[in-house]
């Protein structure tokens, strides 16, 4: 059973950082392309960033480009999201979610989320 | 990138079918067999329940099905049940730079 497991979201100060993890489990996780999905207070979910299956591939949306960095460690099956200069907008349930076959193809599975809020 | 437009709330009584449009452009909808619908019961993950514009996952319920006309795609719930009610979002792969634009999102109330 494939598990998604998020982790260090919490409450940060606009132009703070965070770093989320996930921890995967369940499939062979260098095999596909990993991803993060965020979800605003009241609003829809929308892309954030993509890496691919090697991770010598990245794609960040144009609202985090320049300040979140999407990264992942193949030998210990975790995804990373590093998040610079937050603002408020940024607060979110940040999913890490696995690509269906390959890049862009759908994402089939979902972690739980993790809360990131940015306040002063 | 624009979100793809889908209609904010439909809904229906048990037993009746609905539909939930999602238009886009034809730089993602239209242009790629890439447009997957997602299930999201709030607080919860979201689940995938259709792909690449017409495939359902192993598990998911046949009630669930999804089509595609132009740059407008749609989920078709059949036999509407009350587990149905929760958020539904479209996804359409729009290149290699923007793997996922989702749509913003269709409540589906069950009366």
């Known amino acids: 059973e494939v598990q998604l497991v998020e982790s260090g979201g919490g409450l940060v100060q606009p132009g703070g950082s965070l770093r989320l993890s996930c921890a995967a489990s369940?499939?062979?996780?260098?095999?596909?392309?990993m991803s993060w999905v965020r979800q605003a207070p009241g609003k829809g979910l929308q892309w954030v960033s993509s890496?691919?299956?090697?991770?010598?591939?990245?794609y960040h949306a144009d609202s985090v480009k320049g300040r979140f960095t999407i990264a992942r460690d193949n030998s210990k099956n975790t995804v990373y999201l590093q998040m610079h200069s937050l603002r408020v907008e940024d607060t979110a349930v940040y999913y890490c979610?696995?690509?269906?076959?390959?890049?862009?193809?759908?994402?089939?599975?979902w972690g739980q989320g993790a809360l990131v809020t940015v306040s002063s | 990138q624009s979100a793809l437009t889908q209609t904010a709330s439909v809904s229906g009584s048990p037993g009746q079918s609905i539909t939930i449009s999602c238009t886009g452009t034809s730089s993602d909808v239209g242009r790629y067999k890439l447009v997957s619908w997602y299930q999201h019961h709030p607080g919860k993950a979201p689940k995938l329940i259709i792909y690449e514009d017409t495939y359902r996952p192993s598990g998911v319920s046949s009630r669930f099905s999804g089509s595609k006309s132009g740059n407008t795609a749609s989920l078709t719930i059949s036999g509407l049940q009350a587990e149905d009610e929760a958020d539904y979002y479209c996804?359409?792969?729009?290149?290699?730079?923007?793997?996922?634009?989702f749509g913003t999102g269709t409540k589906v109330t069950v009366l």
């Open positions: 369940g499939f062979t996780f260098s095999s596909y392309a």
């Open positions: 996804c359409s792969y729009a290149g290699h730079d923007t793997p996922y634009v």
């Open positions: 979610a696995k690509d269906l076959y390959y890049h862009g193809s759908a994402v089939d599975s």
């Open positions: 890496v691919s299956a090697s991770g010598g591939s990245s």
